[in-house]
């Protein structure tokens, strides 16, 4: 009761609510903001999987039909067994640089999200 009368003597009630209203908008601003980002996020998120799948199909086919082109001329183990030589060999070199390429998409996912 005191406090209120002191409020209302100092005229700092209005103040207060003012004071209210804005922390209160300011908060309704940031939580717009996060659902924004989320948003943005998840759209490029979604479409980086459908890229990333596409890609993974092509990769797929592709290295069949290299493999049975290669089967024709060489005998059909043969040709997967070149085909499979290959992803071995970049799986080789993935993992021998695996330390200076992880370095290298750290940075890039770093500055990606301070955009």
């Given at each position: 009761m005191w406090k209120e009368s002191i409020l209302k003597l100092l005229k700092l009630d209005g103040l207060v609510?003012?004071?209210t209203g804005y922390v209160e908008t300011r908060v309704e601003l940031m939580k717009l903001e996060?659902?924004?980002e989320i948003a943005k996020s998840l759209a490029k998120l979604s479409v980086l999987v459908i890229v990333i799948a596409s890609l993974?199909?092509?990769v797929l086919f592709f290295?069949?039909?290299i493999a049975l082109l290669i089967g024709e001329y060489l005998?059909?183990?043969?040709?997967?067994?070149?085909?499979s030589g290959?992803?071995?060999?970049i799986a080789?070199?993935?993992l021998l640089m695996r330390k200076s390429l992880s370095e290298t998409m750290e940075k890039k996912l770093m500055e990606k999200i301070k955009e």
């Open positions: 609510a003012n004071l996060i659902k924004e993974s199909l092509f290295s069949v039909s005998g059909f183990f043969e040709g997967f067994l070149i085909v290959f992803y071995f060999l080789v070199l993935v």
